[in-house]
């Protein structure tokens, strides 16, 4: 695999690579994208009934991309670091965590959400700032190859019930998210804030 990779100038060959990968026979994006859509919705329905046990760390979070992606792509529950993606990863003008680094910023990412409890026994409005800058750095990280958005949502409504908190993050549109992780970037969480306290049920 490459050393490094630049998603936003080498579209073509993302999207050959990620056609390559699946484990669905899909022949075009088109069909891959409407494939894993049906696939992981019901994955995510299940999880949601019956959630995998964990200890809400890094390796929790690689479990629930691996529940949700296993049937879809070759590298499910493995990082840009683990399958060789060690260089830039980028959305437009948004540069997310440097392969190279991966392990190390998700250890200083996780262990700052044991230290503060995994956001138990927090007001809603606590909950919702706190939440809102772990999200912020969940996406920054954006470790995986794919499927990064639909892990965190789930990862982050467990994550609420497990403090007290009933999240639905489902309703959040495409649009508001990619808002949220632009201003997120620049250490503004107010997107992030807005999608938690609406989610909150």
Do not use: C
Not at 125 to 135: D, G, R
């Amino acid at each position: 695999m490459p050393k490094s990779f630049f998603k936003s100038e080498s579209l073509n060959d993302f999207d050959k690579e990620l056609l390559s990968s699946n484990l669905l026979g899909a022949k075009s994006l088109n069909e891959l994208h409407s494939l894993e859509k049906n696939i992981t919705a019901d994955k995510i329905l299940h999880l949601k009934l019956t959630p995998i046990t964990g200890d809400f760390d890094y390796a929790h979070f690689k479990t629930l991309h691996k529940e949700l992606f296993q049937d879809i792509y070759v590298w499910a529950g493995q990082d840009r670091y683990d399958i060789g993606y060690r260089g830039v990863f980028r959305k437009g003008d948004t540069e997310f965590t440097h392969g190279e680094t991966l392990p190390e910023v998700a250890k200083g990412l996780f262990d700052a959400l044991k230290v503060e409890n995994f956001f138990k026994n927090l007001d809603q409005e606590q909950f919702v700032k706190s939440t809102a800058s772990f999200l912020n750095g969940l996406n920054i990280l954006h470790p995986f190859r794919e499927g990064n958005g639909r892990t965190q949502r789930l990862f982050m409504e467990l994550l609420a019930q497990n403090a007290g908190h009933e999240l639905d993050l489902s309703m959040v549109g495409k649009s508001v998210t990619i808002q949220a992780s632009i201003l997120g970037a620049k250490g503004q969480l107010v997107g992030f804030e807005k999608i938690i306290e609406q989610g909150i049920i």
